[in-house]
């Protein structure tokens, strides 16, 4: 480019580009030169074939003079290019604002929450996406976020008791709501604590008192060696180590020291990683796996990837054993009770609580106590203590000598 400038008249100047044309005669680039506050300044318009022309420049230096001389207005051009995109930051936060006070519940679900759910395990994405299709889009999904109140989320709750929904799923309902409105607030499209906190839940008694009996462990894990052995396996590190089935999917070979008879346990629900020991079942079970089960994985699907859900093998098994007649949900045998079994089988061995904790991994020692009932011996073994205290001095001292 040229580096000529071509004064063309007080104030104004250009200079042409070495080959670009605009029509017949080169393009040329306009500037304004003026003096603000005794200081010279140079300010650049633009080119000729982006509309700028002599004309246009005189109309633009006789504005900037005109603020000069009064005192009103922008009196240099990047005063008004600065005034300009600050007007123009102000509308797009308003138009941003406008949109946010009017995205409802289910926009926000489609575009935002659900989209940022894909690291859930599946069996928690399909149980969070039946809630909001059966129960939380009916009567949410149009209401704007701004405008959501715990009486929307009452209604919800109300729905789901007529309907007879069990007072977990009412909480886990409004566990939901609660995770959509944080992730709201950290995107700027709700203020607040949530609605939902205001809203109380059913009273019920939800935790799960069935658990196996010694003999009805044999007739579980016969059937299953018959049937699946794969869910066989399984269930041996469930009753004989306490592992939830998101960590026995999860377990690897490396994280098992079957010569020491532990595996560890990484990343687990309380979020501690923890030791289990190996009974002499799970020792040898272990041992044999180990001779045909290729990768990483110590329970790998029929694909090799990780398993999400336990065979479907297993919940006939259990429905043909023991779920005839349970009618009430706790005492139905699921995958999880061959945990609580182990939990309670240690209990009603004596073993302390605070060791049951640390062998379930529990992160709440509340979480624990739930057994506690399973051991009335050692109850009463301590208040045998206080017998002493309710003999005659006499006696007492009779038996000291």
Known sequence: MADKWVRVEKGIRYREHPTRKHGVQADKYFVLRYTVDGKERQ??????????????????????????R????????????A?????????????????????????????????AQ??????????????WNNWLAPALADKALGQLSAFDIERVKSAMLKAGRAAAS????????????????RDGFAFGPCPAKLVSLPKKDNRRQRYLSDEESHSLLAELRLRSPNSHDMAVMA??????????????????????????????????????FLTPRAHAMLLDRKQHVTGALVFPSRTGERMDRISHVFRQIADELFNKDADDSRQRVCFHTLRHTF?????????????????????DFSMTQRYSHLSPEGLRAAIGVLEQHGLPQEKKLAEEG
Not at 43 to 68: C, N, V
Not at 70 to 81: D, H, V
Not at 85 to 95: C, D, T
Request: hydrophobic share 40%; with cysteine; net charge positive.
């Open 170 to 185: 009412i909480k886990y309902a409004r566990a939901v709501v609660g995770q959509i409105w944080s992730l709201a607030v």
């Open 118 to 131: 894909e690291h859930k395990a599946k069996g928690s994405k399909d149980a969070e996406r039946g809630l």
């Open 343 to 363: 939990a309670s089988w240690l209990v009603e061995a004596g073993t302390s609580l605070y060791a049951v904790k640390e062998l379930m991994g529990h992160a």
């Open 239 to 276: 009753l004989d180590c306490g592992l939830r089935f998101g960590e026995i999917a999860g377990l690897t070979w490396k994280d098992c020291d079957i010569e020491r008879g532990q595996v560890l346990i990484r990343d687990p629900k309380a979020g501690v990683n923890r030791l289990a």
């Open 70 to 81: 009064t005192g009103q207005g922008e009196r240099t051009l990047a005063e008004r290019r």
């Open 43 to 68: 300010e650049p318009l633009g080119w000729a074939s982006e509309g700028w022309s002599l004309g246009r420049a005189r109309i633009e230096l006789a504005k900037l003079r005109e603020a000069k």
């Open 83 to 115: 005034k300009a995109e600050a007007e123009r930051q102000e509308q797009e936060a308003a138009k941003q604002e406008a949109e946010r006070a009017s995205m409802t519940l289910g926009q926000f679900w489609g575009e935002r929450y659900w989209p």
